[in-house]
């Protein structure tokens, strides 16, 4: 089992930044890939980016392409979304997901294992 933990989440202004942290503990591989959902009000929760094992492979939702950057950090085994010039749209509950092994289905939601309980982004306008 692996146990992941958000944080970083909070009230930010049109135009602003904020870093989301994932730490992730328990029985972690170097093959360990993590992603990032969100999930607005009333909506279906969505793929935001996912970030291999080895930190080399990135994808993004084109939403966020060019103003999001997921990253990893081995030693610590926590990955982060770097988020700036957010927009209203933006505002919603991240998750951080993982799972064992890469798939080419990372953008589902039904093929991570493991989940965070969640932070929230609000980006007031």
């Known amino acids: 089992q692996v146990q992941l933990v958000e944080s970083g989440g909070g009230l930010v202004q049109v135009g602003g930044s904020l870093r989301l942290s994932c730490a992730a503990s328990?029985?972690?591989?170097?093959?360990?890939?993590m992603g990032w959902f969100r999930q607005a009000p009333g909506k279906e929760r969505e793929f935001v980016a996912v970030i291999s094992g080895s930190g080399l492979t990135t994808f993004y939702t084109d939403t966020v392409k060019g103003r999001f950057t997921i990253s990893k950090d081995h030693a610590k085994s926590t990955v982060f979304l770097q988020m700036n010039a957010l927009e209203p749209e933006d505002s919603a509950i991240y998750y951080c997901?993982?799972?064992?092994?890469?798939?080419?289905?990372?953008?589902?939601?039904?093929?991570?294992?493991?989940w965070g309980q969640g932070t929230q982004v609000t980006v007031s306008s």
């Open positions: 997901a993982g799972r064992p092994y890469w798939t080419t289905s990372y953008k589902f939601s039904t093929f991570y294992d493991d």
């Open positions: 328990g029985r972690t591989t170097d093959t360990y890939i």
